[in-house]
């Protein structure tokens, strides 16, 4: 993650860019990396985007890494993306992988899926598949799920792990919570009881960090003491939190309202409103669809 724009080499070589400030980026560097020896990694933080980092944080006036940087290591054939969609009348997790490197080569492949409810005993119920195609589509079967509320923010746990053989060529874990959330005239319905918001406003409340937190520590103390003043319910003021945040809200039992930014200026475009926003021209219209897209996949 950087802000708001990014150059990246490694070992002298050019691996790209990245112009999306709030989503996380990586590179493929097989070729390049060094198995013997030091490897240089070098990254140029700009300002080309800096507008558009505006957009998604009216207190965009930070730049650099607010990420760790991770170096991962799968086999010739990886896990590519992971989408989990727990469906609570239906009793089933329905998982969607994307497999990358399905080669004549690789041989063979399989996907061993489990799901397990985190913090109880009850057994994991566990499958395993062949891979047939680039991309997977299964359900596992979770007969009455224990649902998620605020009041009892149940979590499950999925690994998805790609094998060859005995041999575990990558790996992945999600937490996923099972709620229906609907409404009904005026009403919100979680579980299709009512529920009543008691919320408050987050500006990107960081004061440790200056940008968003992505400390998993800091946010439980945080997020902990928000729901003991009896709080259940958090709008994010144009702006994108991290992962790290979504993650702890679904420990605490917390909704949050995610925003996406804005253009233009909050009251006008006098001189005491323009705020250093990007203007409402269509020539931002691309850039920020982009980021949008890739921040609803993110979370």
């Given at each position: 993650?950087?802000?708001?724009?990014?150059?990246?080499?490694l070992?002298?070589?050019?691996?790209?860019?990245?112009?999306?400030?709030?989503?996380?980026?990586?590179?493929?560097?097989?070729a390049?990396?060094?198995?013997?020896?030091?490897?240089?990694?070098?990254?140029?933080?700009?300002?080309?985007?800096?507008?558009?980092?505006?957009?998604?944080?009216?207190?965009?006036?930070?730049?650099?890494?607010?990420?760790?940087?991770?170096?991962?290591?799968?086999?010739?054939?990886?896990?590519?993306?992971?989408?989990?969609?727990?469906?609570?009348?239906r009793?089933?997790?329905?998982?969607?992988?994307?497999?990358?490197?399905?080669?004549?080569?690789?041989?063979?492949l399989?996907?061993?899926?489990?799901?397990?409810?985190?913090?109880?005993?009850?057994?994991?119920?566990?499958?395993?598949?062949?891979?047939?195609?680039?991309?997977?589509?299964?359900?596992?079967?979770?007969?009455?799920?224990?649902?998620?509320?605020?009041?009892s923010?149940?979590l499950?746990?999925?690994?998805?792990?790609?094998?060859?053989?005995?041999?575990?060529?990558?790996?992945?874990?999600?937490?996923?919570?099972?709620?229906?959330?609907?409404?009904?005239?005026?009403?919100?319905?979680?579980?299709g009881?009512?529920?009543?918001?008691?919320?408050?406003?987050?500006?990107?409340?960081?004061?440790?960090?200056?940008?968003?937190?992505?400390?998993?520590?800091?946010?439980?103390?945080?997020?902990?003491?928000?729901?003991?003043?009896?709080?259940?319910?958090?709008?994010?003021?144009?702006?994108?939190?991290?992962?790290?945040?979504?993650?702890?809200?679904?420990?605490?039992?917390?909704?949050?309202?995610?925003e996406?930014?804005?253009?233009?200026?909050?009251?006008?475009?006098?001189?005491?409103?323009?705020?250093?926003?990007?203007?409402?021209?269509?020539?931002?219209?691309?850039?920020?669809?982009?980021?949008?897209?890739?921040?609803?996949?993110?979370?």
């Open positions: 993650g950087v802000h708001p724009s990014a150059e990246v080499w070992n002298g070589v050019r691996l790209g860019e990245n112009h999306e400030p709030f989503v996380p980026f990586g590179f493929e560097i097989t390049i990396a060094r198995a013997q020896g030091k490897n240089q990694l070098a990254v140029r933080v700009h300002e080309q985007s800096r507008l558009l980092g505006l957009g998604f944080d009216w207190q965009g006036n930070w730049s650099g890494l607010y990420r760790g940087v991770e170096l991962t290591a799968t086999g010739p054939a990886c896990l590519q993306q992971v989408k989990i969609y727990p469906e609570a009348e009793q089933v997790a329905r998982c969607q992988i994307d497999v990358d490197g399905m080669e004549p080569a690789t041989g063979p399989r996907l061993r899926l489990s799901i397990q409810v985190l913090g109880n005993d009850q057994p994991a119920v566990q499958h395993e598949i062949d891979v047939l195609t680039p991309v997977v589509e299964h359900e596992l079967a979770v007969p009455a799920p224990r649902l998620w509320s605020p009041d923010p149940n499950y746990r999925v690994d998805v792990t790609l094998l060859h053989g005995c041999d575990v060529l990558d790996a992945m874990s999600e937490r996923v919570g099972f709620v229906s959330l609907a409404t009904e005239g005026q009403r919100f319905l979680i579980n009881e009512p529920y009543f918001m008691r919320g408050t406003g987050d500006f990107v409340s960081c004061p440790e960090t200056g940008c968003p937190d992505t400390d998993r520590d800091r946010w439980r103390r945080k997020l902990k003491a928000l729901r003991a003043y009896g709080y259940n319910y958090v709008r994010c003021q144009s702006y994108v939190y991290p992962p790290e945040y979504f993650d702890v809200a679904d420990e605490m039992g917390l909704l949050v309202q995610s996406m930014g804005m253009l233009g200026a909050w009251g006008g475009h006098t001189p005491w409103h323009v705020y250093a926003w990007p203007p409402p021209m269509p020539t931002y219209r691309e850039a920020l669809r982009r980021q949008w897209n890739h921040v609803v996949l993110r979370d």
